[in-house]
């Protein structure tokens, strides 16, 4: 199989769906790899460093997409990419296809087979294909909100260690999964006041003991959460129900009874964002204010640090690429937790959560790939 990687295109993006190393375990296994001249270079990786890999240089984009078999990716298609997919091409990367009815619709009219690395499950219900970027993004969530915090930048002005004499600040982590885990434990190293929201009696148990009391576990309610924003100057919106759209925990209403210069960080914002007022930002203008309360949406945050984020995502994603790039559609078929990253195929959509946040009818992807 031919196996391509355009250089990725989204505001700020510099991570790269292959890095050289991957690029060698693909050609060990018999494929041919073609690399968009520059694609690595955000991660210090030249196009010759690509050579010794293995890989033969692609000029363009155009000349990726019209000669691959598999795309391999890390951000969603942008339209001009999608619009060059077609049907016997399979799509590797991320999707987040439940706020995005216009890529939805573009992949659908390509009939491209797209896997969605966020819904690759494994054997313990784990996202192992999500899990790199959300322990990444739930590190830079802290460091972001930390920024958004001081004064210059529009925030209260409050450092979050504190200093002797002084309390630290107070962040809310709404939400304990992997980002959730992740946001916590960089604050708390920072010497904040921190608070884990999260529904599930269980995972705040394990979130106690992980901490050993450094960190509050509370039992998400409105009124839980209404209390714990009110009095946080930093909120982490760390909501994930895998595929779909995520819920609205802070409302537009909710923001009168923070702090002026408050700080909210939606990492959930490629799923369509956790807080009401939530858009999605770029890391060339991350912030904006509503009603005195800074709002952090960048929907890449793991692209900023690139040399990190792309070897981590290279490692998780490499052992389903090669079984993709060895077998083709059978992969999908023989390989359970991978079909359950089959978003769309041949026109269809395929997975549940997609479909019922943008109104289509779902096929099984067992019987779409049988079709």
Known sequence: MRVGCPKEIKNHEYRVGLTPAA????????????????????????????????????DSAADVFARSDMIVKVKEPQREEWVQLRSDQILYTY??????????????????T????????????????????????????????????QKPNGGRGVLLGGV????????AVIGGGVVGLHAARMAA??????????????????????????????FSTVEALEEECFSADVIIGAVLIPGAAAPKLVTREMLSGMKAGAVLVDVAIDQGGCF??????????????V???????????????????AHALNNATLHYGLQLADKGLKALVDEPHLRNGLNVHHG????????????????????????
């Open 23 to 58: 690029v060698r375990e693909y050609v060990a296994h018999g494929h041919e790899v073609l690399v968009q001249t520059g694609a690595g270079a955000g991660i210090g990786a030249d196009d010759n460093a690509y050579r010794a890999a293995g890989a033969a240089i692609a």
């Open 114 to 149: 797209a896997v969605a690395y966020e819904t690759v499950t494994d054997d313990r219900g784990g996202l192992p294909l999500l899990a790199p970027m959300s322990e990444v993004a739930g590190r830079l969530a802290i460091q972001a909100g930390a920024t958004a915090l």
């Open 164 to 171: 002797p004499g002084v309390p630290p600040g107070k962040v």
């Open 189 to 218: 190293g920072l010497g904040a006041d921190v608070t884990i929201l999260d529904r599930s009696i269980p995972r705040l148990r394990l979130l106690d003991e992980l901490f050993g009391g450094r960190v509050h576990t509370r």
């Open 276 to 289: 009401e007022t939530s858009h999605a930002t770029t890391h060339a203008e991350p912030t904006y204010e």
């Open 291 to 309: 009603d005195g309360v800074i709002h952090y949406c960048v929907a890449n945050m793991p692209g900023a640090v690139p040399v990190t984020s």
């Open 95 to 112: 999707l987040h296809l439940a706020p995005d009815p216009e890529q939805a619709r573009g992949l659908l009219d390509s009939g491209v």
């Open 348 to 371: 269809k959509i395929t997975n549940r959560a997609v479909a019922d946040a943008l109104g289509y009818e779902m096929i099984e992807p067992k019987a779409a790939l049988a079709a």
